[in-house]
């Protein structure tokens, strides 16, 4: 705009794209139009980009009197997720503003302040900069949590992470507040247990500082020389406690997939599955509009997220063991994870996600992607085909496959043009994998 672009994908102006399905007309109608923010307004106004926290800065930069308003600005470009509150339709990202929303007209109404409240007393010398734009409900209720960081003014280098039931459009109810001596997390999303919810602490911290002098949000985030760690934080009234688990790595976060408990007693164990990275997602060239631009640079590099899965000991004498494992295939980045809703806070099998580099080479070779992570990986013998039709590979495959989760095996046949499954029996017997199966028809 105004001779100005964006560089970051993430800081180009909020635009809805709405489509509602129309049954009884067997219709799908389909709206798109700029989000109204004050961003958008006060940018079409001048006829550029204008004043607002953005990830990088656009070229060429905007003057520095434009940049050293970046913190007074609207701030309210909030265009990452939306949510229902109290029969408000709500608009946000990782920012505590957020927009109030007509679904119906898309018109924005303007931004949502949190009430005064006994129920969430503020802090003196706190000062809320950060949010999550992916607030879960509690399993078993409707209401979803949030997520606020404060940091302390005016040194601005320790912080408090808040989480809240969000009960109306402006009201909210603090469950837990946890101080963070050490750095000002970022947390784009969070799991949420019946009783806790556990924060994953990536090692980086938002120095907000730099930003009253223009520099943009990826400037501000200072990676720290320590590994990732789970706070599992108690929630009022949950009856557990505060407890810190190293990661073993250094893990940075996206999206969450899910968070559940599993086994009891000594066996006992929290189950995180997340996307994630070993580099700064932030800085990677999957958001860099020119690095997107540029087969050679965006297949080259990035901070190949993919999905993992944290196992937590959390009782008996491996207490404080964290166990990951890769969920998606190597290779492949995978992020925008999606469950069954219905499985949240609990064990899930089934996720589903985008996929880049789904060749396991260009990063443009996107697919969506099921897993069942129970399923495991199958062990397959070698495959016998069965003929059925005139055409050349028109017919069956006949195969055994072992289960390297269950460590089952089961007998199964597939149609040999599309591969799907079109039978699978379980075997009485651990069948590892077999030489060279032959047909006999009945009488062969
Ligand atoms: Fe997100």
Redesign the pocket.
């Known amino acids: 705009m105004g001779g100005r672009d964006f560089t970051c994908a993430l800081d180009a102006f909020g635009k809805w794209h709405k489509f509602e399905l129309d049954s009884d007309r067997g219709a799908i109608c389909f709206t798109a139009e700029f989000m109204q923010t004050g961003f958008f307004n006060e940018s079409t106004k001048a006829g550029t980009v204008g004043a607002g926290m953005l990830f990088s800065e656009t070229v060429p930069p905007r003057p520095l009197a434009v940049r050293l308003r970046a913190m007074t600005a609207p701030n309210d470009n909030a265009f ?2 939306t949510i229902s509150v109290g029969g408000q339709h709500v608009a946000l990202t990782d920012s505590p503003d957020r927009l109030a929303f007509s679904l119906s007209s898309l018109a924005v109404r303007g931004k949502l302040r949190f009430d005064s409240s006994a129920r969430y007393p503020r802090r003196a010398l706190y000062l809320e900069t950060l949010g999550s ?2 607030p879960v409900p509690r399993p078993g209720s409707q209401t979803p949590l949030g997520l606020s960081i404060a940091v302390r003014t005016p040194f601005m280098d320790q912080s408090e992470v808040s989480v809240y039931a969000w009960s109306g459009p402006t009201t909210r109810e603090l469950l837990a507040r946890l101080p963070v001596k050490d750095r000002v997390p970022y947390l ?2 969070f799991g949420v247990l019946r009783r806790a919810v556990l924060l994953p602490l990536q090692p980086l911290s938002v120095d907000m500082r730099p930003a009253l002098f223009g520099t943009p949000l990826q400037g501000l985030m200072r990676e720290l020389s320590v590994n990732t760690t789970f706070v599992v934080l108690p929630l009022a009234g949950g009856g557990t406690t505060l407890r810190t688990f190293n990661a073993g790595g250094r893990y940075f976060f ?2 969450v997939i899910n968070t559940y408990e599993e086994g009891e007693g000594d066996a006992a164990t929290l189950v995180f599955d997340a996307c994630v990275s070993h580099l700064n997602p932030f800085h990677s060239t999957a958001i860099a509009i020119a690095a997107q631009r540029n087969k050679t640079r965006r297949d080259a590099g990035g901070a190949m997220m993919h999905a993992r899965r944290f196992v937590i000991r959390i009782a008996g004498p491996r207490r404080g063991e964290v166990v990951s494992s890769l969920l998606s295939r190597a290779g492949r980045e995978a992020d ?1 994870p999606q469950i069954d809703s219905r499985y949240r806070g609990r064990k899930h099998c089934i996720y589903w996600a985008v996929l880049w580099r789904a060749d396991g080479v260009a990063y443009g070779a996107m697919a969506i992607d099921r897993t069942d992570v129970c399923r495991g990986e199958p062990f397959p013998s070698e495959p016998t085909f069965l003929a059925s039709g005139e055409e050349e590979g028109q017919g069956a495959l006949l195969v055994t496959v072992l289960n390297g989760t269950s460590g089952r095996s089961s007998f199964l046949t597939l149609d040999a043009t599309t591969m799907q499954p079109t039978l699978e029996v379980p075997l009485p017997v651990r069948i590892p994998f077999t030489t060279h199966g032959q047909w006999y028809p009945p009488g062969g």
């Open positions: 990452v997720n734009a992916h784009h999303s996206t999206h925008f």
